[in-house]
């Protein structure tokens, strides 16, 4: 194994280890004794990639993002309709932050050490840019009633998945994530989408959420 390689797969481990350690324990109460611990690395090891538990967190932000963009720009590049699109990335919100320990602490530490701003754009304003976008389509392709204000909309939606997420962590029910973005969706929908359509969204809504 040449050394970049080498290299490559120590920084793999540490950002997993620190992924496990801030989702177990918090960005405040972790130590970095501990991530080295969970990581199988050296002190040195860790030194060689990043400077502090800040840059660490920083690193596993970058990385979350990095993987969660990727999936839902997958989602996306399918051009089914947008807002069936638009509920597979809230699928996403659940299902790949259970799958990936990256993302989960990803959308952990972006709440926690908030004034982030990562190697591109911070998240939030490219999760804004990605929702605005699949809701003028949904807008343009007509499943969405002609009077909602698009921008206003893909802030509120952002908002509520977001906060779907933090009162779930915060009330120790993450198991019942996918439970509360379904409702969000049942709830929002009546609101949003012309009355003869309503009952195909609903229906994708209830299929997409149970399976995921």
Same mark, same amino acid.
């Given at each position: 194994?040449? &050394?970049?390689?080498?290299?490559?797969?120590?920084?793999?481990?540490?950002?997993?280890?620190?992924?496990? =350690? +801030?989702?177990?324990? @918090?960005?405040?109460?972790?130590?970095?004794?501990?991530?080295?611990?969970?990581?199988? /690395?050296?002190? @040195?090891?860790?030194?060689?990639?990043?400077?502090?538990?800040?840059?660490?967190?920083?690193?596993?932000?970058?990385?979350?993002?990095?993987? +969660?963009?990727?999936?839902? &720009?997958?989602? #996306?590049?399918?051009?089914?309709?947008?807002?069936?699109? $638009?509920?597979?990335? !809230?699928?996403?919100?659940?299902?790949? %932050?259970? %799958?990936?320990?990256?993302?989960?602490?990803?959308?952990?530490?972006?709440?926690?050490?908030?004034?982030?701003?990562?190697?591109? /754009? $911070?998240?939030?304003?490219?999760? +804004?840019? !990605? #929702?605005?976008?699949? #809701?003028?389509?949904?807008?343009?392709? @007509?499943?969405?009633?002609?009077?909602?204000? =698009?921008?206003?909309?893909?802030?509120?939606?952002?908002?509520?998945?977001?906060?779907?997420?933090?009162?779930?962590?915060?009330?120790?029910?993450?198991?019942?994530?996918?439970?509360?973005?379904?409702? #969000?969706?049942?709830?929002?929908?009546?609101?949003?989408?012309?009355?003869?359509?309503?009952?195909?969204?609903?229906?994708? =809504? %209830?299929?997409?959420? &149970?399976?995921?």
């Amino acid at each position: 194994m040449g &050394r970049q390689v080498r290299a490559e797969v120590t920084r793999e481990a540490v950002l997993g280890g620190a992924a496990e =350690v +801030f989702v177990r324990l @918090g960005y405040a109460n972790a130590s970095l004794n501990e991530i080295i611990d969970e990581a199988g /690395v050296t002190k @040195g090891a860790l030194y060689f990639h990043f400077g502090s538990k800040e840059e660490l967190a920083r690193g596993v932000i970058d990385a979350g993002c990095e993987r +969660f963009a990727a999936a839902a &720009r997958s989602k #996306m590049e399918q051009r089914a309709p947008a807002l069936e699109t $638009a509920i597979e990335v !809230s699928v996403l919100n659940a299902s790949l %932050s259970e %799958s990936d320990r990256i993302v989960r602490a990803m959308f952990r530490l972006v709440v926690e050490i908030g004034d982030y701003h990562g190697n591109e /754009v $911070a998240p939030f304003g490219s999760w +804004f840019t !990605s #929702m605005l976008e699949l #809701m003028q389509r949904a807008h343009d392709e @007509g499943d969405l009633e002609p009077s909602i204000d =698009v921008d206003a909309l893909a802030y509120l939606l952002l908002q509520s998945l977001i906060g779907a997420r933090t009162v779930a962590a915060a009330l120790s029910r993450n198991e019942q994530l996918t439970e509360q973005i379904e409702s #969000m969706w049942s709830i929002m929908l009546p609101a949003l989408v012309p009355a003869d359509k309503l009952g195909y969204f609903l229906q994708f =809504v %209830s299929r997409r959420l &149970r399976v995921s």
